[in-house]
Structures are given as structure tokens and as C-alpha cells.
């Protein structure tokens, strides 16, 4: 495998996910599909620009009212991704809250039996962050990750894995952290796969206990049914 150390500048792979990672003397390891290997600084991680991305000058960071920062990824439908998952503070960490869909306080335990919201109608659901904004849906997603608009790289950050989406347009990035999910009173899958919410409903299984999510983990990224009363992350979005 040919690897490349970098500094500064990424010659990246832009073929797609990734499907290992490691960390050695302080490096993370990043592997491509096609097996190629770019050695990146943990530090310079969060700076990289990478070969063919930032095309055009980087937006300011913007932040509402009440403090909720957001990231302009320069996407077609002119969504704007929240820099963190709701009741985190950090960017990585882990979770923030866990919420079963539609409900807006976080509990101990997610059990069909202390399931109380109970509209499945596509479109609004609802989130508690603050004005403009809203439950993102699967078509959101499906954008959020279109190898035309950014590059999904399974990646860590101090610790946390996760998946860092970077926008071709302006080589700015948000991290979405693999936190798993709730089932009664355990957290699973956390660091290995992340499931989040999305407002729209699960119109290929056509049943009322389920709804679309979003997964992903170190090899896939796609839309799946999941069912309501687990608590799932939620990443909010909103446009201007």
C-alpha cells in the first residue's frame, strides 16, 4: 500500500467511503477503498483542505439566539446542518441526548410501553432546539452524503468515531458521532454505527410503528426503518 504523510494538504482518495482506521504514534490512518493509506495529524484533522475541495471562499460560522451554531456545506437545497447533535455541547460528543422519535425530552428507558408521541405523519416533528429549526428528512440525508457535494469519511475525533462530511464546495466539515442508540435502559452499538432520526415516514414498509433513520457505520451510509420507541440521536437542520 503506498502511504502518503501530509502536513497540510490532503492528496486524498475521492472514491468514497472508508472502511479502516488506527491510530499509530499519534496519527490517525485513514484507508480508502481502494487501499491507499493518508496519514493525517489528529490536530490537523480538523483543518484539512483537501485536493479539489474549497473551490470557493468559506462561509462565516453563524449561530442563532440561543447560542445553536450551524454549517453552511454548500448544499443545492440550501440546508444548513447544526454543528452538533441536540444536548451535546462539543461537536464529538458522543450522543448528546437520545430521544425516541417525536418526543422531545430524553428518558432512562425507551420501551413501546412509555412511548408517548404517537402522530406519524411525514413532514414536522417535533424537536426542541429553538426557532428555524426542524427534524432533518431522508432526502436531507441522502444529500448530506452524495459523493457530488461532500466526502464521508469514517474518522475519529479525541476518541469518538464518527463520520467527518466534508463539503467540496468549501472544505468545511460537521462530524457526526457513531453513538449508537437506546434500548430500555442500554446504549448499543456506540463507536461502531450511527442511527438518527429523520421526520420522514416508512413508506417502504407502509407500517405505523416504524419510521425512516439514517445509519452508518465504518462501510455503509443509507436510509432504514427503524422503530419509533428506541432513543436515536437527532441532528437538526434549518435554511435561511
Not at 87 to 109: C, D, L, M, Q, R
Not at 180 to 193: H, N, P, S, V
Not at 207 to 228: G, H, L, M, P, Q
Request: glycine content about 10%; proline content about 4%; charged content about 20%.
Amino acid at each position: 500500500m503506498k502511504k502518503i504523510l501530509i502536513s497540510l494538504l490532503l492528496a486524498m482518495f475521492l472514491s468514497g467511503c472508508t472502511d479502516k482506521n488506527k491510530k499509530e504514534g499519534g496519527l490517525l490512518v485513514i484507508t480508502g477503498t481502494d487501499g491507499s493509506e493518508v496519514y493525517v495529524g489528529t490536530d490537523e484533522l480538523w483543518n484539512v483542505r483537501l485536493k479539489g475541495f474549497g473551490r470557493e471562499p468559506m462561509p462565516p460560522a453563524q449561530q442563532d439566539e440561543a447560542g445553536n451554531t450551524w454549517v453552511d456545506l454548500g448544499l443545492p437545497s440550501g440546508t444548513l446542518w447544526a454543528s452538533c447533535n441536540i444536548g451535546a455541547k462539543e461537536v464529538e460528543e458522543s450522543g448528546g441526548n437520545y430521544f425516541a422519535w417525536g418526543e422531545t425530552v430524553s428518558k432512562k428507558s425507551y420501551r413501546p410501553d412509555n412511548y408517548s408521541y404517537h402522530d406519524c405523519s411525514d413532514g414536522f416533528v417535533p424537536i426542541k432546539y429553538g426557532k428555524d429549526w426542524q427534524m432533518p428528512s431522508s432526502s436531507q440525508f441522502a444529500e448530506l452524503f452524495d459523493a457530488k457535494y461532500t466526502l464521508a469519511l469514517w474518522a475519529m475525533r479525541n476518541g469518538v468515531p464518527g463520520r467527518l462530511v466534508v463539503s467540496r464546495k468549501y472544505g468545511n466539515s460537521i462530524f457526526l458521532p457513531a453513538a449508537g442508540y437506546y434500548d430500555e435502559t442500554f446504549i448499543r452499538e456506540a463507536g461502531y454505527c450511527g442511527y438518527y432520526w429523520t421526520c420522514s415516514s416508512d413508506t417502504a414498509h407502509n407500517a405505523s410503528d416504524t419510521v425512516t433513520i439514517f445509519f452508518f457505520d465504518s462501510n455503509t451510509a443509507k436510509a432504514d426503518a427503524f422503530v419509533r420507541y428506541v432513543g436515536l440521536c437527532v441532528r437538526p437542520v434549518r435554511k435561511e
